[in-house]
T-cell receptor
Framework: GESVGLHLPTLSVQEGDNSIINCAYS??????FIWYKQESGKGPQFIID?????DKRQGQRVTVLLNKTVKHLSLQIAATQPGDSAVYFC????????????FGKGTMLLVSP | GAVVSQHPSWVICKSGTSVKIECRSL??????MFWYRQFPKQSLMLMAT?????????EQGVEKDKFLINHASLTLSTLTVTSAHPEDSSFYIC?????????FGPGTRLLVL
């Protein structure tokens, strides 16, 4: 398992700012990616997904960008609010069909009023 | 979106006892459910994939005789932690797949004394 005392990367922003959370994925064969938000003591909540045949997808206040060349995924949150404070995980799905997801290590987003 | 529930939300037990956690998909049928474990400030680690009507597939390093999984119906999967020990204390999260997207339950906090 992970070593004791592991700290999540943290992004601190002011309310109203735009936030960008980055993720490097590992498998060049991955064809489906999801961003999840996890608040303290709760299960992950689906935010937005993107397939490998796209490089950008927009939702409500969120945008996901996919750069397959460098295996990089980002989540942009516009006009960040205190309620956006949580840990954000990217997940990749590789292989054919709907196989299991592999989660990234997560980034903690702290939004101050 | 699809809703997944877990019961109980938290449980405290004595070392050596067994604990059963239920995972239900409330408004959809899930032929596949997943069980994850999450330690503080860490990412989700897949324990096993539960397939309705067949044996679960366990990830490397997860003891199938210790973590018993039963997926008896399209809406219910159970995880039983047998002979629990303090090192089994963790946050256990299930998820169910609906048309390719995985939705997560709220998690079960297990504390073994």
């Amino acid at each position: 398992g992970e070593s004791v005392g592991l700290h999540l990367p943290t992004l601190s922003v002011q309310e109203g700012d735009n936030s960008i959370i980055n993720c490097a994925y590992s498998n060049s064969a991955s064809d489906y990616f999801i961003w999840y938000k996890q608040e303290s003591g709760k299960g992950p909540q689906f935010i937005i997904d993107i397939r490998s045949n796209m490089d950008k997808r927009q939702g409500q206040r969120v945008t996901v960008l996919l750069n397959k060349t460098v295996k990089h995924l980002s989540l942009q949150i516009a006009a960040t609010q205190p309620g956006d404070s949580a840990v954000y995980f990217c997940a990749e799905n590789s292989g054919s069909g709907y196989s299991t997801l592999t989660f990234g290590k997560g980034t903690m987003l702290l939004v101050s009023p | 979106g699809a809703v997944v529930s877990q019961h109980p939300s938290w449980v405290i037990c004595k070392s050596g006892t067994s604990v059963k956690i239920e995972c239900r998909s409330l408004d959809f049928q899930a032929t596949t459910m997943f069980w994850y474990r999450q330690f503080p400030k860490q990412s989700l680690m897949l324990m096993a994939t539960s397939n309705e009507g067949s044996k679960a597939t366990y990830e490397q390093g997860v003891e199938k005789d210790k973590f018993l999984i039963n997926h008896a119906s399209l809406t219910l999967s159970t995880l039983t932690v047998t002979s629990a020990h303090p090192e089994d204390s963790s946050f256990y999260i299930c998820s169910a797949r609906d048309v390719g997207t995985q939705y997560f339950g709220p998690g079960t906090r297990l504390l073994v004394l």
